[in-house]
């Protein structure tokens, strides 16, 4: 049983506050062999990541994989590094900002954070942090769109285990998954749209690949509903963008050992579509909403030499939702929904300034 944290004394006729907890996966420190070595043993140690018998998974963890792959996969985020750090952390930051603002010409007073399930930083520091602050009430949002055992219950998990030690804790929501969710599918559709504006949509001989993180076969056999609200996704975003059946396809990617995965696999199949005489592919990644490696290497780079190599001609990879302001819109239009009944309101004079300051800004901006 876990042993509750000393706390201060409580104090009576404290301000209670209301929190968003954004969450993402995570991300190294560092684009170097011994950052990444230190990410990928706390991600591959979680035993709803890697269902094997701990007995059989430490020795190859522990004696072949994290002295092979760190080096193999520092080189692949150096690729993707930017100045500023972590794509995924650098979104993940602008996103929480932006929300944040947004809630607050709603008129709602709530502070918005984010942090990772791996690496920095971490749900419990973070956490902590919050209720330092005065927040008696937090809203889990994991910035998973379609429910997994091994993304949005890990990062439950591990919330959940820092309540654990908590002596005075604080109320928790969850939001288990939004891959159907309206605001979200119109969000992508706006993207690809947008996308297709400025770059020209293909009229023949092309096609819209949907690709998402893949999981092992055996999870959707066990009771994971991530495969079916994958398929929900694709087939909403298909109908917004009005699309026929042989105009897209839905894949998975990111294979990881010998066990069979949920499929198609993106890779061959952009190496099967090209050989078909398919000249153009569009990717686009609706199960990440913020750009990654495995989106900015995985596709836009390896995706890209496995079209071209097979004899297609024309890739484009379309960005993931990041900061547009549809996206953002919805993401709070998600944490309204799920933030019902809790007092969220801010002063209405203060709501109007929060407005002021919004419309003064967009003005500035288009001026």
Not at 152 to 175: G, K, Y
Not at 287 to 304: M, N, P, Q, R, S
Not at 337 to 363: D, I
């Amino acid at each position: 049983m876990a042993r509750c944290q000393p706390e201060p004394p409580f104090r009576h006729g404290t301000a209670a506050k209301t929190a968003i907890l954004l969450i993402n996966l995570g991300t190294p420190e560092a684009p170097t062999a011994p950052a990444v070595r230190c990410y990928l043993k706390e991600f591959l140690s979680d035993p709803r990541v890697v269902e094997i018998p701990r007995f059989v998974w430490w020795p190859i963890l522990n004696g072949i994989i994290l002295n092979v792959r760190p080096k193999k996969s520092a080189e692949k985020y150096a690729k993707i590094w930017t100045p500023d750090g972590s794509p995924l952390k650098v979104h993940s930051e602008r996103q929480s900002k932006l929300l944040r603002g947004f809630l607050g010409t709603r008129g709602h007073d709530v502070t918005v954070a984010y942090a990772m399930r791996y690496g920095e930083p971490s749900i419990p520091a973070v956490l902590s942090r919050l209720k330092a602050e005065g927040c008696t009430r937090i809203l889990l949002l994991p910035l998973y769109p379609q429910y997994s055992s091994s993304t949005t219950a890990t990062a439950f998990d591990a919330a959940f285990a820092w309540a654990a030690t908590q002596r005075n804790q604080p109320e928790l929501r969850t939001v288990r998954s939004f891959a159907d969710d309206k605001g979200y599918i119109e969000a992508l559709a706006e993207g690809i749209r947008s996308y297709w504006g400025a770059e020209g949509r293909p009229n023949s001989s092309y096609r819209l690949i949907m690709s998402f993180h893949g999981v092992p076969r055996s999870t959707l056999d066990k009771g994971d509903p991530y495969h079916c609200e994958c398929q929900k996704t694709g087939r909403l975003l298909a109908e917004a963008l009005r699309l026929g059946p042989n105009e897209y396809q839905i894949c998975f990617q990111s294979r990881f050992g010998r066990a069979e995965w949920l499929q198609p696999y993106t890779a061959p199949t952009l190496q099967a579509l090209a050989k078909e005489g398919v000249r153009r592919v569009d990717v686009v990644c609706p199960g990440f909403v913020a750009d990654c490696l495995e989106t900015l290497e995985e596709i836009a780079l390896e995706g890209k030499s496995a079209f071209l190599g097979a004899g297609g001609k024309d890739f484009r990879y379309i960005p993931c939702l990041n900061e547009r302001e549809t996206w953002i819109h919805a993401l709070a239009a998600l944490a309204e929904k799920h933030l019902a009944g809790w007092p969220t309101q801010m002063p209405a004079n203060a709501s109007e300034l929060a407005a002021s300051a919004q419309r003064a800004k967009a003005l500035g901006a288009t001026s």
